[in-house]
């Protein structure tokens, strides 16, 4: 049963602090998202990684950064955390190949900045 | 730059009716897969069905069809004998076969079955 785990369900953080969220995938899949879900603006790409110690900004990467020092873990880090970043965040890694392909997700943290 | 929209925010249905839920979508690419994936108040994110655009088949799977037309872009879902195991917000997805495997999600219908 293949797995996709995020470090947190919820998360409460303080404005400026720095802030990690981790994702652990056990699939030895390449390819790792980060995605922040919005109400009325859906799931959008923060980043993303294709192998160990590459990333790729996706479409809102402003204000966060990411480390893929291993295949199975991708972390999301908010460098200095503000309020317009409270919101949901997931971390999804897709099956690759032709005929199978399908993304699996991890549970998501409810991340709220005060 | 790909994108997929979602015209329906919210809908409901009755219990044991049939309900559609569209998805536009624009890409200039022709290999590309699309999805429906639904995500119920467990926040888990869950695949329920997917087509491949080199396929002119409608995918199906069990009360899950889709209705997938090429040439007007549109990809929508149809849930037939609605549950209340359905109520869910449901993404339309689209994944090029660039390579990255990057997914580009609309913004979501939020769907209610009602006993």
């Known amino acids: 049963d293949v797995k996709v785990t995020q470090s947190s369900r919820y998360l409460v953080k303080r404005t400026g602090e720095k802030v990690f969220l981790e994702c652990v995938q056990d699939?030895?899949?390449?390819?790792m998202f980060w995605y922040r879900q919005d109400p009325g603006l859906g799931l959008r790409l923060i980043y993303f990684?294709?192998?160990?110690?590459?990333?790729e900004k996706g479409d809102i990467p402003e204000g966060y950064s990411v480390s893929r020092e291993k295949k199975e873990r991708f972390s999301l880090i908010l460098e200095s955390a503000s309020t317009n970043q409270t919101s949901m965040y997931l971390c999804?890694?897709?099956?690759?190949?032709?005929?199978?392909?399908?993304?699996?997700f991890g549970q998501g943290t409810r991340l709220t900045v005060v | 730059a790909q994108t997929v929209t979602q015209s329906q925010p919210e809908m409901s249905v009755q219990e044991a009716e049939t309900v559609t839920l569209s998805c536009t979508y624009d890409?200039?690419?022709?290999?590309?897969?699309l999805f429906w994936y639904k995500q119920p108040p467990s926040r888990q994110m869950i695949l329920v069905i997917r087509?491949?655009?080199?396929?002119?088949q409608n995918a199906t799977e069990n009360r899950f069809s889709v209705n997938f037309q090429k040439a007007a872009k549109s990809f929508s879902l149809k849930i037939s004998d609605s549950q209340l195991g359905d109520t869910a917000m449901y993404f339309c997805?689209?994944?090029?076969?660039?390579?990255?495997?990057?997914?580009?999600f609309g913004t979501g219908t939020r769907l209610k079955v009602l006993a």
């Open positions: 999804a890694s897709p099956r690759p190949g032709r005929e199978s392909t399908e993304a699996f």
């Open positions: 699939m030895d899949h390449e390819n």
């Open positions: 990684s294709y192998d160990v110690k590459m990333k």
């Open positions: 890409t200039s690419e022709n290999n590309y897969y």
């Open positions: 087509q491949e655009a080199y396929k002119q």
């Open positions: 997805a689209f994944m090029d076969l660039s390579g990255t495997y990057k997914y580009i």
